[in-house]
């Protein structure tokens, strides 16, 4: 099965910036996604990473630890548009497996 | 946009209903997936078509069913609809299916049940 964890709610400042954080234990695992998911619509697609270390996608990055079942989702230089539900995905074969979801809100 | 599009965008229908929700991929995509999300919950795979065959299955019950046409377009169907399948109805293609294939999702069919 899929256990995948991550925090409810984050708020912060426009110009901070923010990590999400993601844990997750699986019983098969090929990479992890994160998704951005604006209220009220589909989740559009924001990184993927099936090696360990860090990829930079310019404000945002996303950091992968297999061995450690962690990764994280970095937003840089926060913007009042970055305010949405932000999903940790594991890839396993064919499927995606998310977890809840985390709120972040950006405040002025 | 990703060029996913899904029809229609709202549904309310009644308990023990059956319904058909259509998607359509996008352009080179070959393989569909469809998912399901609860309010304030991430969205859980109910099934993956690729190529006009099942490919994989969620744990949802048969009376979630799908199909696959030669164009790549998709259809769920639910029977005997109960009030918890009041969800969002996500489908997402792909170029393929396995590992590393992002999955591009279209904005959703909202479903309720009374």
């Known amino acids: 099965g899929q256990n995948i964890d991550q925090p409810t709610e984050m708020t912060a400042t426009e110009g901070a910036i923010v990590q999400i954080n993601c844990t997750y234990q699986t019983s098969g695992f090929n990479g992890l996604f994160w998704y951005q998911q604006h209220a009220g619509e589909a989740p559009t697609f924001l990184s993927y990473?099936?090696?360990?270390g860090l990829e930079e996608k310019g404000r945002f990055s996303s950091f992968l630890s297999r061995s450690k079942g962690y990764s994280y989702l970095l937003l840089k230089e926060l913007q009042m548009k970055d305010s949405a539900s932000y999903l940790c995905?594991?890839?396993?074969?064919?499927?995606?497996?998310f977890g809840a979801g985390t709120t972040v809100t950006v405040r002025a | 946009e990703t060029g996913v599009t899904q029809s229609p965008t709202h549904l309310i229908k009644t308990r023990g209903q059956q319904v058909t929700l259509r998607c359509s991929s996008q352009?080179?995509?070959?393989?569909v997936s469809w998912y399901q999300q609860a309010l304030g919950q991430g969205p859980q795979f109910i099934f993956q078509y690729y190529r006009e065959e099942e490919n994989g299955r969620g744990n949802f019950p048969p009376r979630f069913s799908g199909l696959q046409f030669p164009n790549y377009s998709s259809e769920l169907n639910v029977n005997a609809l109960e009030l918890d399948d009041s969800a969002l109805y996500l489908c997402a293609s792909s170029p393929g299916t396995g590992d590393g294939k992002t999955q591009y999702f279209g904005p959703g069919t909202r479903l309720l049940v009374l």
């Open positions: 352009s080179g995509h070959n393989t």
């Open positions: 990473n099936v090696l360990d």
């Open positions: 995905a594991t890839s396993n074969d064919y499927k995606l497996s």
